[in-house]
């Protein structure tokens, strides 16, 4: 298996875990008032379309990057949605504070930037590949 292939594969590992573990707490929040987001919800369930949105769509993008070939635009790809997350992280950084959740925020927020790099790298060298005719 090529880094690339390892590379996409590990992140859709990450995108999998962390997404079924947040729509896990989403879910708990909305529906049965338990768990790290009632802080964040409190009497307003509804708020919790764009928690399960967007921990939905990263287990979506996380299948999808399991079956991508270690083609440039995939890696690009996996750099993108991991600049948004990461960067979605750290603007609503409020949110890990009061779920208590902060230790989790680190973690995501680290593991967003290392991979938006790697799949940085991963995407020129993969075009250089192409470029080469290799």
């Known amino acids: 298996m090529t880094f690339g292939r390892t590379l996409l594969r590990a992140d859709a590992i990450f995108l999998m875990v962390a997404a079924a573990g947040g729509m896990t707490t989403d879910l708990l929040g909305v529906f049965f008032e338990r768990g ?3 802080a964040v919800m409190g009497k307003s369930p509804h708020v919790g379309i764009g928690f399960v949105e967007a921990h939905g769509l990263a287990f979506v993008i996380g299948v999808l990057l ?45 593991l967003h930037g290392l991979f938006a790099i790697l799949q940085l790298l991963a995407a020129v060298s993969a075009a ?7």
């Open 128 to 134: 250089r590949l192409s470029y080469n005719g290799g």
């Open 36 to 38: 790290p987001f009632v």
């Open 66 to 110: 399991w079956r991508a070939e270690p083609l440039h635009s995939w890696h690009f790809t996996a750099m993108s949605v991991h600049v948004l997350l990461g960067a979605a992280n750290i603007v609503f950084w409020q949110i890990f504070i009061v779920s208590d959740m902060l230790a989790m925020g680190y973690i995501t927020t680290l």
